[in-house]
T-cell receptor
Framework: DAGVIQSPRHEVTEMGQEVTLRCKPISGHNSLFWYRQTMMRGLELLIYFNNNVPIDDSGMPEDRFSAKMPNASFSTLKIQPSEPRDSAVYFC???????????FGPGTRLTVT | AQKVTQAQTEISVVEKEDVTLDCVYE???????LFWYKQPPSGELVFLIR??????QNEISGRYSWNFQKSTSSFNFTITASQVVDSAVYFCALTLNTGNQFYFGTGTSLTVIP
């Protein structure tokens, strides 16, 4: 079975540009999570969806960040405009039930110059 | 509130030594689930084990073993006869029966020296 798929794997962009990160969950998983990992802050939960509905977005740092899940097979995390402090690895993770293990995608390494 | 503490920030061991990674959790819920993840240098987070609060049996999988003790709110992870490939950051996490959020510890960076 395919795991969680994220694209792109690497993104380098200039400050002020729009960035869109994509995630395809494991089939049958009904919850999807977006995390950000940095050396300073560790692993932070940004937002999670259950059955395509955003449940908790309290971790989204600013209005520059937005996330959508238009269907069970796809989610996006958008940053507009991007800033150098947004540089991090962004992970998407999914699970089939709230109490089950999350499976992580390979991550997107974002660098904003 | 829920919290997971991994007090060991970095550990170095020589190959073939045994090493234990500590995890202490806090929650007032009686039903909860504990997890360990491995993050090797390549960056991906790999699921290792899930444990529920009603099952205190220790688990062994090859060179890996886990000791869950509710009395001390700990879920420790031991690697026996460590190998260089065990070098990674290891995260402990907690989730409740009533929600979907995972509470991750800050991770322990393990370096196995050949």
């Amino acid at each position: 079975d395919a795991g969680v798929i994220q694209s792109p794997r690497h993104e380098v962009t200039e400050m002020g540009q729009e960035v869109t990160l994509r995630c395809k969950p494991i089939s049958g998983h009904n919850s999807l999570f977006w995390y950000r990992q940095t050396m300073m802050r560790g692993l932070e939960l940004l937002i999670y969806f259950n059955n395509n509905v955003p449940i908790d977005d309290s971790g989204m740092p600013e209005d520059r960040f937005s996330a959508k899940m238009p269907n069970a097979s796809f989610s996006t995390l958008k940053i507009q405009p991007s800033e150098p402090r947004d540089s991090a690895v962004y992970f998407c993770a999914t699970n089939r039930d709230s109490t089950y293990e999350q499976y992580f995608g390979p991550g997107t390494r974002l660098t904003v110059t | 509130a829920q919290k997971v503490t991994q007090a060991q920030t970095e550990i170095s061991v020589v190959e073939k030594e045994d090493v234990t990674l500590d995890c202490v959790y806090e929650t007032r819920d009686t039903t909860y689930y504990l997890f360990w993840y491995k993050q090797p240098p390549s960056g991906e987070l790999v699921f290792l084990i899930r444990r529920n609060s009603f099952d205190e049996q220790n688990e062994i999988s090859g060179r890996y073993s886990w000791n869950f003790q509710k009395s001390t709110s700990s879920f420790n992870f031991t690697i026996t006869a460590s190998q260089v490939v065990d070098s990674a950051v290891y995260f402990c996490a907690l989730t409740l029966n009533t929600g979907n959020q995972f509470y991750f510890g800050t991770g322990t960076s393990l370096t196995v020296i050949p």
